[in-house]
């Protein structure tokens, strides 16, 4: 799976993606240029890339990814990290998520992590 870590996720999240699936292919927005753009930049590069966003931004990713998915738009799915959720629920909620699905079944699709 591919994978765009949006800034506010923690390095520590994906080293231990990376520690256990080393073949998740992920880019990590505070290591670009997207640094402080907006939103719609965001998911507008993720879906250029064909990547699932990471994101902790409850209060306005999932309206983006939304009014992109009622444009027509490509989006390859949004990962919310729930606001209380520790940083191992979300790591096991998204090792969970890349072992037992396929990146094409999340899109268009925004799921609130950790699973229920």
């Not at 800034?7 to 231990?16: D, N, T």
């Not at 790591?91 to 072992?99: F, I, N, Q, V």
């Amino acid at each position: 799976m591919k994978f765009l870590t949006d800034e506010h996720i923690p390095p520590a999240l994906v080293r231990g993606l990376l520690r256990e699936r080393p073949d998740l292919d992920i880019t990590e927005v505070r290591k670009t240029e997207l640094v402080g753009k907006p939103d719609p930049l965001i998911l507008e590069r993720a879906a250029a890339e064909g990547r699932i966003l990471i994101t902790r931004d409850v209060s306005t990713m999932p309206d983006y990814a939304y009014a992109r998915v009622k444009a027509g738009l490509p989006m390859p799915g949004v990962f919310i990290w729930q606001r209380k959720a520790s940083i191992g629920e979300v790591l096991e909620s998204l090792l969970l998520l890349t072992a037992a699905s396929q990146e094409e079944e999340w899109d268009q699709q925004v799921i609130y992590i950790p699973l229920d």
